[in-house]
């Protein structure tokens, strides 16, 4: 069992920028998948990038690309999202979720395990 825990959420104005951090415990991390997905009130959970085990792949979401960087430490069990250019838009619960096994998937039904979200907002 992985249990997630995210920290780094809070209030920011647009075009600020903020770092979410995902401390895994309980498992293996280098052998899981990791992904960041947000969710605003009224809207379903969508994914926003991911990466597999070594960092070297990853996925964002076409909208976020070149804003949001994902990135991971397997030394200190963690994965990061580095958050640019921020926008009112981008105000939702960040939650980071695991995936067992090798292949990186953008679909939020395919994570196994996930954190209990950070909040995340940009004012205007």
């Known amino acids: 069992q992985v249990q997630l825990v995210e920290s780094g959420g809070g209030l920011v104005q647009a075009g600020g920028s903020l770092r979410l951090s995902c401390a895994a415990s309980g498992g293996t991390f280098s052998s899981y998948v990791m992904g960041w997905f947000r969710q605003a009130p009224g809207n379903e959970r969508g994914f926003v990038a991911a990466l597999g085990w070594s960092g070297d792949t990853t996925y964002y979401t076409d909208s976020l690309k070149g ?56 004012s205007s």
């Open 67 to 122: 804003r949001f960087t994902i990135s991971r430490d397997n030394a200190k069990n963690t994965v990061y999202l580095q958050m640019s250019s921020l926008e009112p838009g981008d105000t939702a619960v960040y939650y980071c979720a695991a995936r067992r096994g090798a292949v990186v998937r953008t679909s939020y039904s395919e994570y196994d395990y996930w954190g209990q979200g950070t909040q995340v907002t940009v």
